[in-house]
């Protein structure tokens, strides 16, 4: 045998895969190539491909070979930040990136890695769907990705990033994953597309109102994140890595570079953001900044239920996940899609060792019949459940109110939270003073000349003697009452006091959590 025949036929195979031209067709519709995509998301020459030669075993449909090498997917491994990711990437040059037997089974390939090595696995998605022509091939491909992935999920992080359509099966892989980003314009999710849609229930819609970044970023809330431009997506993937162990068995990283900062305490900015009168809301954004490291905010869900806001910042160099109420949106309520990003987010927290800091304030859970009707309870309870069950450090710091379900959820220390703080003037109770008034003095106020002044002065009374944080002080259930500016270096020495916490649950296969 020629060996250096046989290497040079290899490099002619290899260089035949490239094909150029492919590439230009996705330029074209303002994309991408796979390839492309891949290079500029991993550092430069980290990336290893696998299974460049696969093919698949039905390219006698007319699905020409040039088309059918490598499946309609590139898959291998390579390095973020000098971190081990696994990575595939789908091509929609070929096959409109459809999925078959031998396409799903390279990325099994690809996520099985990830678990045993421990890695993250980021999956680029722009394809059609399930593959047509390969049938009940196509549709177990992905029910072997969705199980391969099922059992990834809570051991590896799990990322999508929409670039293309997300047709059909191909939704469910972002729907099954950690965290979904999207590029505007071109990235589309849906489970049936526009003509389906249209010849099943009439309804006219265009792909992007359908499924496009916005719509599901603000709407469905099936994505996180959305972009500009795919450089911008890759480059917010690799922040929210930097926040991330690598699984379920590490510490998120630390910045030991910032522990200094920890020495600057006295802040007297915080107590200038929040306004005297007390039903007035204010940005919780500007409080998240001035206690977490300068610039480490990565907020996610963004634009999906803006009463709440959650993210990873770091504090003192550690990586906490945020959980806060946006007071000046529907007064930081949590109402069903705001409790369901509230616990989604805390269970990743706390399946990768990330600290839970809460900063309260907050009415209560959102009344009224529509979210009653819509099962204010069953997502409310996901709250409770998703707290209740997190073994990793729980702090609540309570600003200004923390009323009724709010209270129990975001900062009862019999729910599990390990630290309770309060500012001086919070204010901790069943329900407001006003509406407290109206129940329990219902009957003297009705019998009294003067109702009206009788109602005021029960309420200030009320007001007086419950609202304030010294009763909750008084029963433990509020370990400390501190000086706002204080907040950042109390918040570190309570964090840092708790990240050798450990705890342990009752065995059992698993819970049954409201869903
Ligand atoms: C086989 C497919 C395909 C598919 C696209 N192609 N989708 N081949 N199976 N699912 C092929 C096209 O035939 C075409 O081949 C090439 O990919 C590019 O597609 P175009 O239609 O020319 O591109 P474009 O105009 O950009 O439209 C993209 C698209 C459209 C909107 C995604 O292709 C489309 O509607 N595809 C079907 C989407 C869908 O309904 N998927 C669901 C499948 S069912 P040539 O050779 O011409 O280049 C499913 C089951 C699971 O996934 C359901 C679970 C809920």
């Not at 002619?12 to 067709?25: D, G, S, V, W």
């Not at 699905?63 to 390095?79: A, E």
């Not at 999710?189 to 526009?194: E, F, K, L, Q, S």
């Not at 509020?478 to 649950?505: A, G, H, Q, Y």
Request: aromatic share 8%; with cysteine.
């Amino acid at each position: 045998m020629n060996l250096k025949k046989e290497i040079e036929k290899l490099n002619t195979k290899k260089q035949e895969l490239k094909n150029p031209e492919l590439a230009e067709k996705q330029h074209k519709k303002g994309k991408l190539s796979a390839k492309e995509r891949i290079d500029l998301l991993l550092d430069s020459n980290t990336f290893t491909e696998l299974d460049a030669f696969v093919e698949s075993r039905f390219s006698d449909f007319g699905m020409s070979q040039k088309k059918t090498s490598g499946d309609g997917v590139i898959t291998g491994f390579g390095k973020i930040q000098n971190q081990q990711v696994y990575i595939y990437s789908q091509d929609f040059s070929k096959i409109g990136g459809s999925l078959g037997e031998m396409h799903s089974k390279k990325i099994v390939k690809i996520i099985e890695l990830a678990q045993k090595t421990g890695c993250p696995v980021i999956g680029i998605i722009d394809s059609g769907g399930a593959r047509i022509q390969e049938g009940i091939s196509s549709l177990d491909g992905y029910a072997a990705i969705f199980k391969a992935m099922i059992n990834g999920s809570g051991v590896i992080p799990q990322i999508s990033i929409i670039v293309g359509p997300s047709a059909g099966g191909a939704s469910y892989a972002p729907g099954l994953s950690d965290f979904v980003f999207m590029v505007d314009g071109i990235g589309q999710m849906y489970i049936t597309g526009p003509e389906v849609i249209k010849s099943v229930t009439g309804e006219e819609i265009s792909f992007n109102n359908l499924g496009g970044a916005a719509t599901h970023c603000a709407k469905s809330g099936c994505s996180h994140f959305i972009f500009k431009n795919e450089q911008e997506c890759f480059n917010s993937v690799k922040k929210l890595l930097s926040f991330l162990p690598q699984n379920n068995l590490e510490d998120p990283p630390t910045r030991k570079d910032f522990i200094s900062e920890m020495l600057k305490t006295d802040n007297d900015k915080l107590i200038e953001i929040i306004p005297e009168q007390e039903e007035k809301g204010y940005e919780m954004k500007e409080i998240i900044y001035e206690i977490f490291d300068k610039n480490s905010f990565f907020e996610t869900s963004a634009n999906f239920a803006t009463n709440v806001i959650v993210g990873f910042a770091r504090l003192s160099g550690i990586t906490v996940g945020i959980v806060a109420n946006q007071t000046k949106l529907m007064a930081g309520t949590l109402d069903i899609d705001s409790s369901d990003k509230v616990a989604r987010f805390v269970r990743f927290c706390d399946c990768f060792n990330i600290p839970l800091i809460n900063l309260v304030d907050t009415p209560g859970y959102l009344p009224g019949s529509d979210q009653e009707h819509q099962g204010i309870i069953r997502h409310g309870a996901k709250v409770l459940y998703a707290y209740s069950e997190a073994s990793v450090p729980k702090i609540s710091l309570i600003l200004r109110k923390a009323y009724g379900g709010a209270y129990i959820a975001l900062a009862s220390r019999l729910l599990g939270y390990d630290k309770v703080i309060a500012w001086p003037f919070a204010k901790i109770a069943v329900m407001g003073p006003k509406q407290a008034v109206k129940i329990i003095y219902r009957k003297e106020i009705i019998a009294s000349d003067n109702p009206e002044e009788l109602e005021k002065q029960k309420t200030q009374e009320l007001t007086d003697k419950f609202l304030n944080p010294y009763q909750a002080a008084k029963l433990g259930q509020v370990d400390m009452i501190i000086d706002p500016k204080n907040t950042r270096e109390i918040l570190t020495k309570c964090l840092e006091s708790l990240l050798n916490k450990r705890e342990t649950r009752p065995p059992k296969k698993h819970g049954n959590m409201p869903l």
